[in-house]
């Protein structure tokens, strides 16, 4: 309720903003035509009582009952003009944003990370060679074709990790990548000081597996060739937060 309620005052503040920019730019549009209908005519002797009584002030008179008359057809005008204006500079931030995200993938230079090479495409490799009986590994376009292929997955799994991992899953990667095992009691052992939660201690560790980064056997922690590989490119990129 209390959400709902903030969100209604939240909206009702803001239609009443709207409303009085509204009102102010409505009273510079009629203050700048006053001020250009007095520029072509002005009175060779001004007095208040000629320019009340001149063609100009009929004019903004006129104007000024068209406002009030269409008041609300251009209320209306003005906040669909005032939503497209909100919208579209929202769409440029969130492209900056993803230009902002995207940059250092996109500049990394991940033919470096082909030596790594995952499981799955060395076993799908090796069952194409056995239905086909070829020899695809030995075809080049094939290998580059993989290696492609290799890259693009590389890429986005370590954007998708820039975003989904949370700063201390990436101490701890780190921390692992020192010691390259550890056992879950050590983990436990260092890491309470730091992640009190036990909760949040197994959801990061959840979240390193999931990624591939950590692997675990009995009660040990081991970094994967990937997890390895990502943290050089953490490094590389300069986004680590500890070295």
Same mark, same amino acid.
């Given at each position: 309720m209390n959400k709902i309620n903030l969100k209604e005052k939240e909206k009702k503040d803001i239609m009443n903003l709207r409303k009085i920019i509204f009102i102010v730019i409505l009273?510079?549009?009629?203050?700048v035509i006053a001020s250009i209908l007095l520029l072509?005519?002005?009175?060779?002797?001004?007095?208040l009582v000629e320019i009340t009584n001149s063609w100009v002030a009929l004019i903004m008179v006129y104007l000024v009952l068209i406002v009030f008359l269409f008041e609300k057809p251009i209320y209306k005008f003005y906040n669909k003009f005032f939503d497209i204006i909100?919208?579209?500079?929202?769409? #440029?931030?969130?492209?900056?944003? #993803?230009?902002e995200l995207l940059r250092p993938i996109s500049d990394y230079d991940f033919s470096k990370l082909v030596s790594y090479r995952h499981p799955e495409w060395d076993s799908i490799l090796k069952r $194409?060679?056995? $239905?086909?009986?070829?020899?695809?590994? $030995?075809?080049?376009?094939?290998?580059?074709y993989i290696q492609k292929l290799q890259n693009e997955s590389i890429k986005w799994h370590f954007l998708f990790a820039d975003v989904y991992l949370v700063l201390y899953a990436k101490y701890v990667l780190f921390w692992l990548f020192k010691l390259k095992s550890s056992k879950q009691e050590e983990f436990d052992k260092v890491w309470q000081t730091e992640v009190f939660d036990e909760q949040e201690r197994r959801a990061i560790l959840d979240a390193l597996l999931s990624l591939d980064f950590v692997r675990t056997e009995n009660d040990n922690l081991f970094i994967t060739d990937l997890g390895s590989t990502y943290v050089n490119y953490l490094k590389k990129m300069d986004k680590h937060p500890d070295e």
């Open positions: 009273s510079i549009i009629l203050l072509i005519w002005w009175p060779t002797k001004p007095s909100t919208k579209s500079g929202r769409h #440029q931030v969130q492209q900056t944003k #993803q230009k $194409e060679n056995q $239905e086909s009986n070829s020899t695809i590994r $030995e075809d080049p376009e094939v290998v580059k």
